[in-house]
Protein backbone atom coordinates (compact mmCIF):
# COMPACT_ATOMS: atom_id res chain seq x y z
CA UNK A 1 0.00 0.00 0.00
CA UNK A 2 1.25 3.45 -0.79
CA UNK A 3 2.76 4.80 2.03
CA UNK A 4 0.54 7.92 4.38
CA UNK A 5 2.80 9.71 5.88
CA UNK A 6 1.78 10.67 9.85
CA UNK A 7 1.74 14.02 9.57
CA UNK A 8 -0.63 13.88 7.36
CA UNK A 9 -4.20 14.29 8.65
CA UNK A 10 -6.75 12.78 7.01
CA UNK A 11 -9.63 14.02 8.96
CA UNK A 12 -9.15 17.43 7.50
CA UNK A 13 -10.49 16.44 4.24
CA UNK A 14 -14.16 17.41 3.16
CA UNK A 15 -16.66 15.14 2.94
CA UNK A 16 -15.47 12.48 0.23
CA UNK A 17 -18.17 13.77 -1.74
CA UNK A 18 -16.72 16.66 -2.62
CA UNK A 19 -13.66 15.68 -4.43
CA UNK A 20 -15.38 12.93 -5.63
CA UNK A 21 -17.54 14.51 -7.22
CA UNK A 22 -15.28 17.01 -8.82
CA UNK A 23 -13.53 14.45 -10.21
CA UNK A 24 -16.20 12.05 -11.81
CA UNK A 25 -17.43 15.33 -13.58
CA UNK A 26 -14.43 16.20 -14.80
CA UNK A 27 -13.27 12.59 -16.14
CA UNK A 28 -17.38 13.28 -17.96
CA UNK A 29 -15.59 16.43 -19.34
CA UNK A 30 -12.83 14.73 -20.59
CA UNK A 31 -14.04 12.25 -22.55
CA UNK A 32 -17.32 15.08 -23.68
CA UNK A 33 -13.61 17.03 -25.05
CA UNK A 34 -11.82 14.02 -26.52
CA UNK A 35 -14.91 13.23 -28.28
CA UNK A 36 -15.10 16.45 -29.58
CA UNK A 37 -11.16 16.39 -30.79
CA UNK A 38 -12.12 12.91 -32.42
CA UNK A 39 -15.16 14.75 -34.53
CA UNK A 40 -12.63 17.90 -34.96
CA UNK A 41 -10.05 15.60 -36.91
CA UNK A 42 -12.12 14.28 -39.60
CA UNK A 43 -12.77 18.01 -40.44
CA UNK A 44 -16.18 18.06 -41.50
CA UNK A 45 -18.25 20.94 -40.55
CA UNK A 46 -20.83 19.34 -38.03
CA UNK A 47 -21.55 22.05 -35.93
CA UNK A 48 -22.46 25.78 -37.03
CA UNK A 49 -19.98 27.30 -34.71
CA UNK A 50 -16.84 27.16 -33.17
CA UNK A 51 -16.19 23.32 -32.49
CA UNK A 52 -12.32 23.77 -31.76
CA UNK A 53 -12.69 26.70 -29.24
CA UNK A 54 -15.39 24.36 -27.51
CA UNK A 55 -13.30 21.03 -27.93
CA UNK A 56 -10.75 23.62 -25.91
CA UNK A 57 -12.51 24.25 -23.03
CA UNK A 58 -14.42 21.37 -22.38
CA UNK A 59 -10.91 19.87 -22.05
CA UNK A 60 -9.21 22.78 -20.28
CA UNK A 61 -11.89 24.16 -17.74
CA UNK A 62 -14.24 21.17 -17.81
CA UNK A 63 -11.95 18.21 -16.83
CA UNK A 64 -8.57 19.75 -16.14
CA UNK A 65 -9.80 22.95 -14.14
CA UNK A 66 -12.57 21.27 -12.84
CA UNK A 67 -9.77 18.10 -11.29
CA UNK A 68 -7.65 20.89 -9.92
CA UNK A 69 -10.33 22.69 -8.49
CA UNK A 70 -11.61 19.30 -6.75
CA UNK A 71 -7.99 18.07 -5.78
CA UNK A 72 -6.99 21.44 -3.95
CA UNK A 73 -10.26 21.37 -1.97
CA UNK A 74 -9.54 17.96 -0.61
CA UNK A 75 -5.88 18.61 -0.53
CA UNK A 76 -5.26 22.06 0.61
CA UNK A 77 -6.81 21.03 3.89
CA UNK A 78 -5.73 17.88 4.42
CA UNK A 79 -1.86 18.78 3.92
CA UNK A 80 -2.14 21.68 5.79
CA UNK A 81 -3.80 20.55 8.24
CA UNK A 82 -6.97 23.03 8.71
CA UNK A 83 -10.82 22.23 7.67
CA UNK A 84 -11.82 23.84 4.10
CA UNK A 85 -13.11 26.97 4.69
CA UNK A 86 -17.13 26.38 3.88
CA UNK A 87 -18.19 22.89 2.38
CA UNK A 88 -21.20 24.48 1.16
CA UNK A 89 -18.87 26.95 -1.21
CA UNK A 90 -16.80 24.09 -2.16
CA UNK A 91 -20.41 22.08 -3.51
CA UNK A 92 -21.07 24.75 -5.21
CA UNK A 93 -18.11 26.65 -7.14
CA UNK A 94 -18.63 22.83 -9.08
CA UNK A 95 -21.63 23.50 -10.19
CA UNK A 96 -21.28 26.93 -11.33
CA UNK A 97 -18.21 25.82 -13.12
CA UNK A 98 -20.26 23.24 -15.04
CA UNK A 99 -23.44 24.95 -15.89
CA UNK A 100 -21.53 27.90 -17.06
CA UNK A 101 -19.29 26.22 -19.37
CA UNK A 102 -22.04 23.56 -20.63
CA UNK A 103 -23.93 27.03 -21.51
CA UNK A 104 -20.57 28.53 -23.28
CA UNK A 105 -19.40 25.46 -25.41
CA UNK A 106 -23.42 25.02 -26.06
CA UNK A 107 -23.31 29.17 -27.25
CA UNK A 108 -20.05 27.82 -29.00
CA UNK A 109 -21.18 25.07 -31.02
CA UNK A 110 -24.48 26.85 -32.12
CA UNK A 111 -23.20 30.06 -33.30
CA UNK A 112 -25.11 31.63 -30.41
CA UNK A 113 -21.94 33.98 -29.08
CA UNK A 114 -24.08 36.50 -27.70
CA UNK A 115 -25.11 34.48 -24.99
CA UNK A 116 -21.22 33.85 -23.94
CA UNK A 117 -20.84 36.46 -21.78
CA UNK A 118 -24.03 34.95 -19.74
CA UNK A 119 -21.99 31.49 -19.69
CA UNK A 120 -18.51 33.35 -18.94
CA UNK A 121 -20.16 35.18 -15.67
CA UNK A 122 -21.60 32.08 -14.55
CA UNK A 123 -17.89 30.16 -14.93
CA UNK A 124 -16.59 33.14 -12.93
CA UNK A 125 -18.39 32.84 -10.06
CA UNK A 126 -17.83 29.38 -9.66
CA UNK A 127 -13.90 30.07 -10.44
CA UNK A 128 -14.02 32.97 -7.54
CA UNK A 129 -16.08 31.32 -5.50
CA UNK A 130 -13.17 28.18 -5.21
CA UNK A 131 -10.56 31.00 -5.12
CA UNK A 132 -12.33 32.59 -1.77
CA UNK A 133 -12.94 28.89 -0.05
CA UNK A 134 -9.44 28.02 -0.69
CA UNK A 135 -8.32 30.84 -0.40
CA UNK A 136 -9.56 31.51 3.06
CA UNK A 137 -8.30 28.06 4.10
CA UNK A 138 -4.81 28.68 3.10
CA UNK A 139 -4.72 31.54 4.65
CA UNK A 140 -5.04 29.69 8.19
CA UNK A 141 -2.20 27.75 7.68
CA UNK A 142 0.69 30.32 7.58
CA UNK A 143 3.35 30.32 7.33
CA UNK A 144 3.43 28.42 3.93
CA UNK A 145 5.73 25.39 2.89
CA UNK A 146 6.62 25.12 -1.24
CA UNK A 147 3.32 23.63 -2.20
CA UNK A 148 1.14 26.14 -0.04
CA UNK A 149 2.90 29.15 -1.78
CA UNK A 150 2.26 27.79 -5.21
CA UNK A 151 -1.15 27.03 -4.69
CA UNK A 152 -1.75 30.91 -3.18
CA UNK A 153 0.06 31.82 -6.43
CA UNK A 154 -2.29 29.64 -8.70
CA UNK A 155 -5.21 31.17 -6.80
CA UNK A 156 -4.37 34.41 -7.97
CA UNK A 157 -3.85 33.57 -12.24
CA UNK A 158 -7.32 32.22 -11.31
CA UNK A 159 -8.86 35.31 -10.69
CA UNK A 160 -6.95 37.44 -13.45
CA UNK A 161 -7.49 34.54 -16.49
CA UNK A 162 -11.30 34.20 -15.70
CA UNK A 163 -11.45 38.65 -15.66
CA UNK A 164 -10.07 38.21 -19.26
CA UNK A 165 -12.25 35.21 -20.07
CA UNK A 166 -15.23 37.32 -19.95
CA UNK A 167 -13.44 40.42 -21.38
CA UNK A 168 -12.99 38.17 -24.84
CA UNK A 169 -16.30 36.60 -24.18
CA UNK A 170 -18.43 39.78 -24.72
CA UNK A 171 -15.64 41.32 -27.29
CA UNK A 172 -17.15 38.67 -29.74
CA UNK A 173 -20.34 40.54 -30.27
CA UNK A 174 -19.41 43.97 -28.76
CA UNK A 175 -16.62 46.68 -29.24
CA UNK A 176 -15.61 46.76 -25.91
CA UNK A 177 -11.55 46.83 -27.04
CA UNK A 178 -12.32 49.22 -29.57
CA UNK A 179 -10.71 52.48 -27.52
CA UNK A 180 -8.46 49.93 -25.52
CA UNK A 181 -4.84 49.99 -25.88
CA UNK A 182 -5.14 46.40 -26.43
CA UNK A 183 -6.80 44.21 -28.96
CA UNK A 184 -8.71 40.86 -28.80
CA UNK A 185 -5.92 38.99 -30.01
CA UNK A 186 -3.60 40.12 -27.63
CA UNK A 187 -6.04 39.60 -25.00
CA UNK A 188 -6.55 35.92 -25.98
CA UNK A 189 -3.11 35.34 -25.87
CA UNK A 190 -2.80 36.57 -22.27
CA UNK A 191 -5.62 34.55 -21.08
CA UNK A 192 -4.68 31.58 -22.32
CA UNK A 193 -1.17 32.25 -21.08
CA UNK A 194 -2.50 32.43 -17.88
CA UNK A 195 -4.62 29.62 -17.66
CA UNK A 196 -1.94 27.01 -19.18
CA UNK A 197 0.82 28.48 -16.99
CA UNK A 198 -0.26 30.09 -14.68
CA UNK A 199 -2.85 28.19 -12.84
CA UNK A 200 -2.65 24.87 -14.27
CA UNK A 201 0.94 24.11 -14.35
CA UNK A 202 1.56 26.70 -11.14
CA UNK A 203 -0.97 23.75 -8.98
CA UNK A 204 0.78 21.16 -11.03
CA UNK A 205 4.53 22.05 -9.92
CA UNK A 206 3.03 22.70 -6.18
CA UNK A 207 1.48 19.43 -6.04
CA UNK A 208 4.84 17.33 -7.55
CA UNK A 209 7.02 18.48 -4.88
CA UNK A 210 4.64 16.84 -2.32
CA UNK A 211 3.21 13.90 -4.36
CA UNK A 212 6.62 13.01 -5.92
CA UNK A 213 8.71 12.46 -3.15
CA UNK A 214 5.70 11.62 -0.93
CA UNK A 215 4.85 8.34 -3.03
CA UNK A 216 8.51 7.62 -4.35
CA UNK A 217 9.81 7.72 -0.41
CA UNK A 218 12.30 10.02 -1.44
CA UNK A 219 13.85 13.45 -0.93
CA UNK A 220 14.98 16.28 -2.73
CA UNK A 221 18.56 16.57 -2.63
CA UNK A 222 22.10 17.80 -4.21
CA UNK A 223 20.68 19.65 -7.96
CA UNK A 224 17.02 19.07 -6.88
CA UNK A 225 17.56 22.12 -4.49
CA UNK A 226 18.51 25.22 -6.88
CA UNK A 227 15.96 23.58 -9.42
CA UNK A 228 13.76 24.63 -7.06
CA UNK A 229 14.37 27.70 -6.19
CA UNK A 230 14.51 28.74 -9.72
CA UNK A 231 10.96 27.56 -10.51
CA UNK A 232 9.76 28.74 -7.69
CA UNK A 233 11.07 32.42 -8.10
CA UNK A 234 11.56 32.07 -12.12
CA UNK A 235 7.80 30.45 -13.17
CA UNK A 236 5.55 32.83 -11.55
CA UNK A 237 7.46 36.20 -12.87
CA UNK A 238 8.01 34.06 -16.03
CA UNK A 239 4.09 33.91 -16.49
CA UNK A 240 3.15 37.02 -15.36
CA UNK A 241 5.89 38.27 -17.83
CA UNK A 242 5.15 36.08 -20.67
CA UNK A 243 1.50 37.18 -20.27
CA UNK A 244 2.21 41.10 -20.00
CA UNK A 245 4.23 41.15 -23.14
CA UNK A 246 1.62 39.28 -25.09
CA UNK A 247 -1.27 41.52 -23.63
CA UNK A 248 0.63 44.48 -24.58
CA UNK A 249 2.99 43.31 -27.51
CA UNK A 250 6.19 43.82 -26.18
CA UNK A 251 8.17 41.19 -27.11
CA UNK A 252 11.36 41.55 -25.20
CA UNK A 253 9.11 41.25 -21.99
CA UNK A 254 7.41 38.41 -23.62
CA UNK A 255 10.69 36.53 -24.24
CA UNK A 256 12.22 36.99 -20.96
CA UNK A 257 9.15 35.34 -19.91
CA UNK A 258 9.24 32.75 -21.96
CA UNK A 259 12.98 31.70 -21.23
CA UNK A 260 12.31 31.76 -17.42
CA UNK A 261 9.04 29.56 -18.28
CA UNK A 262 10.81 27.13 -20.32
CA UNK A 263 13.60 26.59 -17.90
CA UNK A 264 11.55 26.16 -15.28
CA UNK A 265 9.70 23.42 -16.77
CA UNK A 266 13.03 21.64 -18.00
CA UNK A 267 14.06 21.98 -14.35
CA UNK A 268 10.68 19.85 -12.92
CA UNK A 269 11.38 17.59 -15.59
CA UNK A 270 14.31 16.91 -13.82
CA UNK A 271 13.34 16.65 -10.58
CA UNK A 272 10.17 14.35 -11.52
CA UNK A 273 12.87 12.53 -13.23
CA UNK A 274 15.21 11.97 -10.37
CA UNK A 275 12.61 10.78 -8.10
CA UNK A 276 11.33 8.43 -9.90
CA UNK A 277 14.74 6.85 -10.11
CA UNK A 278 15.37 7.03 -6.42
CA UNK A 279 11.94 5.45 -5.87
CA UNK A 280 11.85 3.03 -3.20
CA UNK A 281 8.28 1.56 -3.65
CA UNK A 282 6.73 -0.73 -6.16
CA UNK A 283 5.75 0.43 -9.28
CA UNK A 284 2.20 2.00 -9.83
CA UNK A 285 0.10 3.15 -12.25
CA UNK A 286 0.28 6.80 -10.80
CA UNK A 287 4.30 6.42 -10.98
CA UNK A 288 3.70 5.05 -14.88
CA UNK A 289 1.99 7.99 -15.48
CA UNK A 290 4.37 10.32 -13.43
CA UNK A 291 7.43 8.90 -16.04
CA UNK A 292 5.37 9.84 -19.07
CA UNK A 293 5.07 13.56 -17.31
CA UNK A 294 8.53 13.64 -17.04
CA UNK A 295 9.53 12.65 -20.60
CA UNK A 296 6.68 15.06 -22.26
CA UNK A 297 7.99 18.06 -19.77
CA UNK A 298 11.12 18.01 -20.96
CA UNK A 299 10.80 17.38 -24.07
CA UNK A 300 7.33 20.21 -24.40
CA UNK A 301 10.16 22.72 -23.00
CA UNK A 302 13.24 21.23 -25.29
CA UNK A 303 10.80 21.86 -28.36
CA UNK A 304 9.30 24.73 -27.21
CA UNK A 305 12.17 27.07 -25.98
CA UNK A 306 13.81 27.84 -29.59
CA UNK A 307 10.21 29.05 -30.93
CA UNK A 308 9.48 30.71 -28.16
CA UNK A 309 12.82 32.86 -28.06
CA UNK A 310 11.99 33.71 -31.82
CA UNK A 311 9.01 34.95 -31.66
CA UNK A 312 7.16 34.63 -28.07
CA UNK A 313 3.98 36.73 -29.44
CA UNK A 314 3.52 34.50 -32.30
CA UNK A 315 -0.10 32.99 -31.55
CA UNK A 316 0.85 29.76 -33.42
CA UNK A 317 3.25 29.57 -30.23
CA UNK A 318 0.42 29.82 -27.99
CA UNK A 319 0.81 25.89 -26.79
CA UNK A 320 4.39 26.28 -27.02
CA UNK A 321 6.25 25.08 -30.23
CA UNK A 322 3.84 25.28 -33.48
CA UNK A 323 2.38 21.86 -33.54
CA UNK A 324 3.06 21.21 -29.37
CA UNK A 325 -0.62 21.36 -28.28
CA UNK A 326 -1.39 18.03 -27.89
CA UNK A 327 2.03 17.25 -26.09
CA UNK A 328 1.25 20.45 -23.69
CA UNK A 329 -2.34 19.45 -22.96
CA UNK A 330 -2.39 15.78 -22.71
CA UNK A 331 1.06 14.35 -22.87
CA UNK A 332 2.13 17.21 -19.60
CA UNK A 333 -1.30 17.90 -18.23
CA UNK A 334 -2.91 15.20 -19.00
CA UNK A 335 -0.86 12.23 -17.79
CA UNK A 336 -0.60 14.47 -13.84
CA UNK A 337 -4.33 14.73 -13.89
CA UNK A 338 -4.81 11.07 -14.95
CA UNK A 339 -1.61 9.75 -12.71
CA UNK A 340 -2.42 11.81 -9.69
CA UNK A 341 -6.42 10.65 -9.62
CA UNK A 342 -4.89 6.89 -9.81
CA UNK A 343 -4.28 7.44 -5.93
CA UNK A 344 -6.42 10.40 -4.99
CA UNK A 345 -9.46 8.33 -5.59
CA UNK A 346 -8.69 5.38 -4.08
CA UNK A 347 -7.20 6.65 -1.06
CA UNK A 348 -10.05 9.40 -0.65
CA UNK A 349 -12.12 5.64 -0.68
CA UNK A 350 -9.96 4.16 1.66
CA UNK A 351 -9.88 6.72 4.08
CA UNK A 352 -13.73 6.78 4.44
CA UNK A 353 -14.52 2.87 4.45
CA UNK A 354 -11.14 1.04 5.92
CA UNK A 355 -9.15 3.43 7.75
CA UNK A 356 -11.06 2.63 11.10
CA UNK A 357 -10.90 -1.10 10.54
CA UNK A 358 -7.11 -1.05 10.33
CA UNK A 359 -5.78 -3.57 12.39
CA UNK A 360 -8.86 -4.72 13.35
CA UNK A 361 -9.87 -6.76 10.24
CA UNK A 362 -8.43 -7.78 7.26
CA UNK A 363 -8.73 -4.61 4.61
CA UNK A 364 -7.84 -4.19 1.15
CA UNK A 365 -4.47 -1.78 0.40
CA UNK A 366 -5.23 1.47 -1.57
CA UNK A 367 -3.98 -0.01 -4.56
CA UNK A 368 -6.33 -2.75 -4.48
CA UNK A 369 -9.05 -0.81 -4.89
CA UNK A 370 -8.86 -0.52 -8.31
CA UNK A 371 -8.24 -2.88 -11.68
CA UNK A 372 -4.80 -3.33 -12.80
CA UNK A 373 -6.15 -4.59 -15.96
CA UNK A 374 -8.13 -1.65 -17.02
CA UNK A 375 -5.64 0.66 -16.04
CA UNK A 376 -3.02 -0.80 -17.96
CA UNK A 377 -5.73 -0.62 -21.06
CA UNK A 378 -5.79 3.10 -20.37
CA UNK A 379 -2.42 3.72 -19.93
CA UNK A 380 -1.68 1.95 -23.35
CA UNK A 381 -4.55 3.77 -24.90
CA UNK A 382 -3.74 7.20 -23.35
CA UNK A 383 -0.05 6.80 -24.89
CA UNK A 384 -0.56 5.51 -28.54
CA UNK A 385 -3.20 8.08 -28.59
CA UNK A 386 -1.30 11.12 -27.28
CA UNK A 387 2.14 9.38 -29.53
CA UNK A 388 -0.47 9.52 -32.90
CA UNK A 389 -1.72 13.21 -32.33
CA UNK A 390 1.93 14.60 -31.25
CA UNK A 391 3.00 12.73 -34.68
CA UNK A 392 0.30 14.40 -36.56
CA UNK A 393 0.83 17.71 -35.06
CA UNK A 394 4.39 17.67 -35.66
CA UNK A 395 4.90 15.91 -38.49
CA UNK A 396 4.48 17.21 -42.57
CA UNK A 397 1.85 14.07 -43.07
CA UNK A 398 -0.14 13.81 -46.48
CA UNK A 399 -3.65 15.14 -46.08
CA UNK A 400 -5.10 11.66 -45.99
CA UNK A 401 -2.33 10.43 -43.70
CA UNK A 402 -3.10 13.09 -41.78
CA UNK A 403 -6.46 12.67 -41.19
CA UNK A 404 -6.37 8.80 -40.59
CA UNK A 405 -3.57 9.40 -37.84
CA UNK A 406 -5.19 12.17 -36.34
CA UNK A 407 -8.47 10.36 -36.17
CA UNK A 408 -6.95 7.37 -34.49
CA UNK A 409 -5.35 9.21 -32.09
CA UNK A 410 -8.31 10.72 -30.56
CA UNK A 411 -10.19 7.57 -30.89
CA UNK A 412 -7.72 5.90 -28.94
CA UNK A 413 -7.38 8.78 -26.05
CA UNK A 414 -11.66 8.68 -26.09
CA UNK A 415 -11.20 4.84 -25.37
CA UNK A 416 -8.66 5.65 -22.98
CA UNK A 417 -10.55 8.62 -20.65
CA UNK A 418 -13.51 5.87 -21.37
CA UNK A 419 -11.44 3.23 -19.74
CA UNK A 420 -9.92 5.60 -17.46
CA UNK A 421 -13.67 6.65 -16.13
CA UNK A 422 -14.69 2.88 -15.77
CA UNK A 423 -12.16 2.26 -13.61
CA UNK A 424 -13.21 4.97 -11.18
CA UNK A 425 -16.81 3.77 -11.31
CA UNK A 426 -15.40 0.63 -10.36
CA UNK A 427 -14.23 2.07 -7.43
CA UNK A 428 -16.74 3.97 -6.52
CA UNK A 429 -18.99 1.08 -7.10
CA UNK A 430 -17.28 -1.50 -5.19
CA UNK A 431 -15.87 0.07 -2.62
CA UNK A 432 -17.29 3.83 -1.59
CA UNK A 433 -19.90 3.99 0.85
CA UNK A 434 -22.34 5.80 -1.43
CA UNK A 435 -23.19 5.46 -4.77
CA UNK A 436 -22.34 6.86 -7.86
CA UNK A 437 -25.51 8.73 -8.32
CA UNK A 438 -25.22 9.31 -4.56
CA UNK A 439 -21.59 11.13 -5.03
CA UNK A 440 -22.75 13.13 -8.03
CA UNK A 441 -26.21 14.35 -6.28
CA UNK A 442 -27.03 13.78 -2.88
CA UNK A 443 -26.39 15.70 -0.32
CA UNK A 444 -23.72 15.19 2.81
CA UNK A 445 -24.24 12.15 5.03
CA UNK A 446 -25.22 13.14 8.32
CA UNK A 447 -21.74 11.73 9.71
CA UNK A 448 -20.25 14.17 7.32
CA UNK A 449 -21.84 17.33 7.07
CA UNK A 450 -21.43 18.96 10.56
CA UNK A 451 -21.80 22.62 11.00
CA UNK A 452 -20.13 25.12 9.21
CA UNK A 453 -18.47 26.72 12.45
CA UNK A 454 -17.16 23.32 13.59
CA UNK A 455 -15.72 22.55 10.21
CA UNK A 456 -13.94 25.45 9.81
CA UNK A 457 -12.38 26.03 13.05
CA UNK A 458 -8.83 23.96 13.74
CA UNK A 459 -9.74 20.53 15.71
CA UNK A 460 -7.98 20.70 19.37
CA UNK A 461 -4.82 18.99 20.20
CA UNK A 462 -3.56 19.34 16.56
CA UNK A 463 -0.72 21.11 15.54
CA UNK A 464 -1.88 23.17 12.01
CA UNK A 465 1.59 23.41 10.80
CA UNK A 466 2.69 19.74 11.83
CA UNK A 467 3.24 18.72 8.29
CA UNK A 468 6.45 21.18 7.84
Request: glycine content about 12%; aromatic content about 10%.
Amino acid sequence: MSAIPGSIDADRGPPMTIPLRHFLVGTGLLLAGAFAGAVQSFGATVVPGNLGLAHVHLLLVGWVAVTIMGAMTQFVPVWSGVAIHSRRLASAQLWLVVVGLLAFAAALLLGAYRWLPLGGFVMLAGFWTFVYNVGRTLRRARPWDTTERHFAIALGFFVLLTGLGVILAAGLTRPILADAPVNHGSVRMSHATLALYGAVLTTVYGALYQLATMFTQSSLHGIDLPLRRLESVGHPVGVLALAGGRLFDVAPLARVGAILVVASALGMSVILARRLLEAQVPWTPMLSRYAVLAVAMGGWAIWTGPAWFRDPLDPGTLFGAPGAFSLLILGVIGFVALGTLYHVVPFIVWVHRYSDRLGLEPVPMIDDLYDDRVARADFVCFVVGVGLLVASDAFALSGTVLGAVSTTGGLSVTIGAALFLLNVVLVLRRHSPHSVPGLLFGRFSSEESGSESSSSQPQSGVDSTSHR
